[in-house]
Nanobody, 115 residues
Framework: QVQLVESGGGLVQPGGSLTLSCAASGFTVSRHTMVWYRQAPGKEREFVGSITGPDDFTKYTTSVKGRFTISRDNAKNTMYLQMSSLKPEDTAIYYC????????WGQGTQVTVSS
């Protein structure tokens, strides 16, 4: 059974840092492209970044470049999103996605950036 479970969300002050995890089961993360999305209140879900290929090639939306870093630990079958210099506009529910079969989503983890 394919399953994605996000964790690590919470409340952080502007300029702070937070690391999210996406623990996968039912498939091997190193063999698939893994993606982070986010959805702010009243907004559409947007692409944040992805990691793919045997060389762990990453790409990001322009608004997070230089602040967010995606990585994965194959031994733990887990993908990570390291976030720094957080801004209030980063407040959203963050979702993990894998494009295998019909595609699978995690349930999301809330990130709130506020002083």
């Amino acid at each position: 059974q394919v399953q994605l479970v996000e964790s690590g969300g919470g409340l952080v002050q502007p300029g702070g840092s937070l690391t999210l995890s996406c623990a996968a089961s039912g498939f091997t993360v190193s063999r698939h492209t893994m993606v982070w999305y986010r959805q702010a209140p009243g907004k559409e879900r947007e692409f944040v970044g992805s990691i793919t290929g045997p060389d762990d090639f990453t790409k990001y939306t322009t608004s997070v470049k230089g602040r967010f870093t995606i990585s994965r630990d194959n031994a733990k079958n887990t993908m990570y999103l390291q976030m720094s210099s957080l801004k209030p506009e980063d407040t959203a529910i963050y979702y993990c996605y894998v494009r295998t079969g019909t595609g699978y989503w995690g349930q999301g983890t809330q990130v709130t950036v506020s002083s």
